[in-house]
């Protein structure tokens, strides 16, 4: 890579912290000579991604330009959320042979966007597009669990909680309580909530700006597992969903 264009790559770095920066300070924070600083400066402005701010009498100080947001738009766009998760499904669904699946949610529902089944002969079936009501199921609940408190109040007032299964809750207080537990635990289990005789294991997924965009999750009938058992595919999918989440820039 050229020197030139390291250099003012780690010119463009000394906004991380601080959005506007002179002249001088530029020159501090990156450890260039003042002219060679003055010369990216220049280039990096002519091209749009530094803006000059000029303020009466004040030192002249600089800015990120917008068409760094421009480019910052493509590369979100270019995310896509199924292409980063699935390796990280594909290792879960070996070490486990269960049913592991990406929920994203959309209006008022929970959308199933990636499944991988499981080999077993007696085995959970969800199909990709297949959906389901927020307030029932592992991974449903973990995307409410993360809205704000109106979200929830607003969602909870404009649907009809119906018994889906044995342990669905349809009062909306007890919901909420289960809701804060998810919140502050970082993961959800239902057992036999949206699906009939099912125990699902379910941990969010974080972007760059540690908000939750999906759900990793992990379901399988319902059978004798041991605590064990449960503690090892509930830290397979906290674990992948870190690891997801990392890859889509979450430092928290």
């Known amino acids: 890579m050229s020197k030139s264009l390291v250099k003012a790559i780690n010119l463009l770095d000394c906004f991380k912290d601080q959005p506007t920066l002179t002249l001088m300070e530029l020159t501090e924070k990156s450890g260039l000579p003042k002219t060679t600083v003055f010369r990216l400066v220049s280039s990096l402005e002519e091209a749009g991604l530094i803006i000059k701010d000029r303020n009466g009498n004040v030192e002249v100080t600089y800015r990120l330009g917008l068409k760094l947001l421009q480019y910052g738009n493509v590369v979100k766009e270019g995310l896509e959320i199924n292409k980063i998760a699935l390796p990280h499904m594909r290792e879960l669904n070996d070490d486990l042979d269960e049913l592991v699946h990406l929920t994203v949610s959309e ?33 449903p ?101 870190l690891k997801i989440s990392r890859e889509l820039g979450y430092e928290g």
Do not use: C, W
């Open 107 to 139: 209006g008022n529902q929970a959308v199933y966007v990636e499944t991988i089944g499981s080999k077993k002969p007696v085995r959970l079936v969800v199909r990709v597009g297949q959906r389901a009501p927020l307030y029932a199921g592992s991974a």
């Open 141 to 241: 609940k973990v995307l409410l669990a993360y809205k704000s408190e109106e979200e929830i109040d607003d969602y909870l007032k404009g649907v009809e909680l119906k018994k889906l299964a044995l342990n669905t809750l349809t009062d909306e207080e007890e919901i909420k309580a289960g809701l804060k537990v998810i919140y502050e635990r970082g993961y959800s289990i239902s057992r036999s909530e949206h699906f009939k005789d099912t125990i699902g294991f379910s941990a969010p997924i974080f972007d760059y700006n540690g908000k939750v965009v999906a759900a990793l999750g992990v379901s399988t009938p319902m059978r004798e597992l041991t605590e064990q058992d449960e503690d090892t595919i509930l830290s397979s999918v906290i674990e992948n969903s």
